[in-house]
């Protein structure tokens, strides 16, 4: 669903400004420092529900002001999206998609964007944790079930982690056990489709490349354990994990690498 329009306020360096877009390709032109880039994130804010340049939404606010607005026109021959995000430097922040008070999830996969950028390379040249980010951040905007699951599983991590540091017993582990094992084989279950899909796509577009003599190749860590396997690999790991103080079993230790 393209944009059709978007305005903001106190957005970065914008005190105040309106844009509306042409239909197919646009290009944004100006000196260096006048906020080409601030647009785009505006409208990456408006479609993920966070910014692509900071994790700390309140940095967006204009110094001298207290609070930002971005509202957006999202148009398609059929439908048509009026969102708005704002927050205060209290970080309260509102959302609504046509009037309707909603959260960030029910932005995910509405108008679906992907970023272009110097700061992408670490998707190929990072850490697996860059590549596992930006996979998550894919399948989550094409896959509301996905979304929910992987939400869901880093919930009940973050409940296991924080025991761990705690370093009390073992014991303690075995409900989140259950959770995580429930969500993270959801969660495997998807991906691996997913991987598949996007292995196919990237195949045929790395062969349309020149004279089809480079081949672009991901390697993935398709797991196919039940949840019954995966509660053995957990309670099997506690030693190690209290140890650590970090879970080492589940979908957040995925490894992914590309191939030239």
Not at 58 to 63: L, M, P, Q
Not at 137 to 165: D, I, P, Q, V
């Amino acid at each position: 669903m393209p944009v059709h329009s978007i305005q903001m306020v106190s957005f970065r360096n914008h005190e105040k400004l309106e844009m509306e877009f042409s239909a197919g390709i646009n290009v944004i032109w100006g000196e260096n420092g006048s906020g080409k880039t601030v647009v785009l994130e505006a409208i990456h804010l408006l479609s993920i529900g966070k910014s692509f340049r900071t994790n700390r939404t309140s940095e967006i606010i204009k110094h001298e002001n207290d609070t930002f607005r971005v509202e957006g026109v999202f148009l398609s021959k059929t439908k048509k999206n009026s969102i708005l995000f704002s927050q205060g430097k209290d970080r309260r922040r509102k959302i609504k998609i046509n009037g309707s008070d909603v959260g960030i999830k029910d932005l995910i996969g509405k108008t679906p964007v992907i970023i272009l950028s110097p700061e992408e390379q670490r998707i190929t040249k990072g850490s697996p944790g860059n590549r596992r980010k930006y996979f998550d951040k894919l399948y989550s905007t094409t896959s509301g079930s996905y979304f929910e699951n992987l939400s869901m599983y880093f919930r009940a991590l973050k409940h296991r982690n924080a025991l761990l540091k705690e370093k009390k017993n073992g014991s303690r582990l075995d409900p989140w056990d259950e959770t995580l094992a429930e969500f993270g084989t959801k969660v495997w279950r998807e991906r691996k489709e997913k991987n598949k899909d996007f292995i196919d796509c990237l195949s045929t577009v790395s062969a349309s490349y020149g004279d089809g003599s480079i081949a672009v190749s991901l390697k993935t860590e398709d797991r196919g354990f039940n949840k019954n396997q995966m509660l053995t690999m957990l309670r099997g790991a506690h030693q190690k994990d209290l140890i650590i103080k970090q879970t080492s079993v589940g979908p957040h230790r995925d490894k992914t690498n590309f191939f030239i």
